[in-house]
């Protein structure tokens, strides 16, 4: 049974930094393309970052552009996102999702597997 687990969320002022973890188990890890996504309240889930499995390869909204950081360790099967220079836009609650792939999927329907998800919020 594969599981996604997030972690990491919470609340910070805008102008500060969060970290956000994924942890998977029952899956292939390396062999995995792995992404983060957001929703806010009203929102479609919207894309955020993805990393391909060996890392060489990472795509970025260009709304987190320079802001934020995907990092992946096959080793322990964990994929993270810094998150800094927070706004208030990026107040929602954030995805991790896999996809058993070489390459990446901007949409949600790409992905295979997901958490269930962690909240942000950034306070003005």
């Known amino acids: 049974q594969v599981q996604l687990r997030e972690s990491g969320g919470g609340l910070v002022q805008a102008g500060g930094s969060l970290r956000l973890s994924c942890t998977a188990s029952?899956?292939?890890?390396?062999?995995?393309?792995m992404a983060w996504f957001r929703q806010a309240p009203g929102k479609e889930r919207e894309f955020v970052s993805a990393?391909?499995?060996?890392?060489?390869?990472?795509t970025y909204a260009d709304s987190v552009k320079g802001r934020f950081t995907i990092t992946r360790d096959n080793a322990k099967s964990t994929v993270n996102l810094q998150m800094n220079s927070l706004k208030s836009e990026d107040t929602a609650v954030y995805y991790c999702?896999?996809?058993?792939?070489?390459?990446?999927?901007?949409?949600?329907?790409?992905?295979?597997?997901w958490g269930q998800g962690t909240q942000v919020t950034v306070s003005s």
């Open positions: 990393i391909i499995g060996n890392s060489s390869h990472t």
């Open positions: 999702a896999a996809r058993e792939s070489t390459t990446w999927s901007l949409v949600p329907a790409g992905y295979d597997y």
């Open positions: 029952g899956l292939t890890f390396s062999t995995y393309s």
